[in-house]
Each structure stands twice: as structure tokens, then as C-alpha cells.
């Protein structure tokens, strides 16, 4: 079920009954449960699980299988997302079960689990109306930074700079705070925190404000590298912030062609490129 068109009507369809909810309160019928506990039972047992883990808020992000280990299996390659692509029909129709039942926290993991499948598929708008129609319903609902985040980045893609430069900093100085989203450690607050850090130095290399831009990028990847296990995806991170080193060094080497300094500068561009291909060679192999 990848049609953009059938998922955005399901997700106005959750959308519409939550409000209805918030409009006039009832009380929940047998038959609703019934109904949310039979499309629960329906999903794959890994998807189950994920849900589970989703609601005791175990990580902030959900994590890929490949993300924290340097040597990867054969029983690593499958993405989570094709998973949920697979059972996505039965995901959102388990998600409007669940709100229909009255269990806003499994229909707030859903949303979780679901977000970064739809996020691809250019349908995180309806999504996100709904993870903001249950919070006004049920405002104790925890809501993963993953979905605070998501919000960010939809606004930087659409143009809208200060809000989400608004929701980041909001999230930075308040140690990563959503409510009442309760995290498992220390290290996963630095982690949400290094990612709108990351976020932020993209919105200022879209302003073409490079410098700002590198230093924010380098202070994420000191948070990155701080943490317990090593991310993978850091390396995305570092391929970016090395090319903005190389973007300074060139624009340098350009103003100071004449200059003793452009043989030196020359092979520190060289050098970082190297390094790129080093790193990406021995991460994804």
C-alpha cells in the first residue's frame, strides 16, 4: 500500500475521528476494542514488537538493525522500512482501531513507527496533523523527538526557517524535552540533541552562511562521538561537514591563487576527499 492517495485518505480519516472525540466525548463500545485488539493481532509479530517497544519508549529515533554495528550480516540487510512498507495497510488500519478504541499511546507509536516510511513517500503532513490531533486529546500522550524533529524538517523543506529554527532551539535548550516523553539514558538526550544541532548548521548552509554552518555541524558530530555506541550514520555527517571544509578551502584557494598558501591548500582539499572515500568505503562495505 505505497498510494499516496489511499494513505492520505486513512490518515484524514484518523484525523477527522480524533476530532470528533475531542468535540464530543464517549465512552468506548466492546466492539471498538475488539475490533483494535483483532487488527493488533494481525500484524506481523516484528511489527508488534516494535509498537511495544514504541510505547515503553525505549529510543527517541527508530533505529535500523545495520545502525550500530560495524560488521554487518546477511540479517541485517533487510531495512525496518521495508518492513513497514509490507504491512503498511495493516499498520494504518490498526492505527484508526486504536483511536477508535481509546488507546492514544499505541496509536502514538504507530505514528512513531510509521513516520519515516511516509516521510519517503511525501505524506508526513496528514501524519503529523494526527500526532497533533492526539497530543490535544490526549495531551500526557508521549510523543518521540523523532516526530517533534520531523515537524523541523518539513518546515525547512517548505521555507519556513524560523519555525523551524523555533522547534529546534526549543528542543536544545530545554535538554531535548517533548512532554512527557521519558528517556531511557542520558546518552539519547545528546543524541536528539546533536541531531537538531546537525539540523540547524544545514539551515544556515542553506542561507549560505558556511562558516556558522561548519561549526555547528562539527559541534554534532562531537555529540555523535560522544555517545555509547557508535552511529553509522555519522558518516553522512562527516561526508557533509568535510564538504563544507573543502567549499572554504577552495573559495580560499581561489582568493589567494598568488598567495605561498595555495600549493598547502590544494592538498588539504585533496586530503579531505581522501578521507571521504575512505570512510565511506569502510562503513557501507
Given amino acids: 500500500m505505497n498510494n499516496q492517495k489511499a494513505i492520505a485518505t486513512l490518515l484524514q480519516e484518523c484525523k ?27 500484524l506481523p509479530s516484528e511489527l508488534r514488537t516494535l509498537i511495544q517497544e514504541a510505547k515503553e519508549m525505549k529510543w527517541p529515533f527508530v533505529p535500523e538493525k545495520w545502525q550500530y554495528k560495524q560488521a554487518v ?29 481509546g488507546d492514544c499511546a499505541t496509536a502514538a507509536a ?12 511525501d505524506v508526513s503532513g496528514g501524519l503529523l496533523r494526527v500526532a497533533q490531533a492526539l497530543h490535544r486529546l490526549r495531551p500526557a500522550t508521549p510523543m518521540a523527538p523523532q516526530l517533534v524533529i520531523r515537524q523541523a524538517r518539513i518546515c525547512v523543506n517548505s521555507g519556513k526557517l524560523l519555525k523551524a529554527e523555533y522547534i529546534l532551539s526549543s528542543l536544545i535548550s530545554n535538554n531535548g524535552a517533548t512532554g512527557t516523553w521519558l528517556y531511557r539514558n542520558e546518552s539519547d538526550k545528546v543524541l536528539v540533541q546533536s541531531v537538531c544541532i546537525q539540523i540547524r548548521g544545514q539551515i544556515l548552509q542553506k542561507l549560505g552562511m558556511w562558516y556558522e554552518a561548519a561549526e555547528l555541524i562539527w559541534t554534532s558530530i562531537i ?17 557533509c561537514f568535510v564538504f563544507l571544509l573543502s567549499y572554504i578551502c577552495l573559495w580560499m584557494i581561489i582568493s589567494l591563487k598568488h598567495n605561498s598558501l595555495y600549493h598547502l591548500l590544494i592538498l588539504l582539499v585533496l586530503f579531505f576527499f581522501v578521507l571521504v572515500l575512505f570512510l565511506i568505503d569502510s562503513s557501507w562495505a
Fill in 223 to 239: 555529540g555523535y562521538l560522544t555517545l555509547p555506541q557508535p552511529d553509522r550514520k555519522v558518516i553522512y555527517l562527516v561526508f
Fill in 110 to 121: 504507530i505514528v512513531f513507527l510509521s513516520d519515516r516510511f511516509l516521510y519517503g513517500l
Fill in 16 to 42: 477527522q475521528v480524533l476530532d470528533q472525540l475531542l468535540l464530543e466525548a464517549s465512552d468506548v463500545s466492546q466492539e471498538d476494542k475488539g475490533e483494535d485488539q483483532q487488527y493488533r493481532a494481525s
Fill in 73 to 101: 550480516g546477511p540479517e541485517d540487510k533487510t531495512n525496518l522500512q521495508d518492513v513497514i512498507g509490507a504491512g503498511l495497510q495493516q499498520l494504518l488500519a490498526s492505527l484508526k482501531a486504536s483511536i477508535l478504541a
